[in-house]
């Protein structure tokens, strides 16, 4: 058994972040595993903070990306849709340049609730940063417009 419900091709997916917070920053998502999601980011100008590190805010909208993502095509995307519910960080060592990579694993997928673990590497694969993410599993509901 599979963990997707849906798989599309990553240029499908990543067409998705067009015009999103992802984009802005440069998130590309890059694989799509048996068991995961990956995706990377840069380290530059947009994902900095003033101190010249990667800013925390930065590594968290990557990890969100990715366990969104994962979490919603593991879901039947025309009955149901899963919605961030809490996420937490820990950011375990900075980052001055380069790229991170960010992997979506899940750790429990229940009826109503998925989480899912995220941990952020730097370019050497030295671990920059591990979240949690809580997602609600959610009736899709019609567009009221």
Partial sequence: MTLWHHLPDLDTINGWNRDTAAASLGIRITEVGPDHVTGTMPVDGRTRQPFGLLHGGSSVLLAETLGSLAANLTVDSQRELAVGLEINANHVRPVHQGQVTGTARLLHRGRTTQVWEIRIVDDTGQLSCISRLTMAV????????
Avoid: I, L
């Fill in 138 to 145: 959610v009736a899709r509901r019609e567009s009221a417009g």
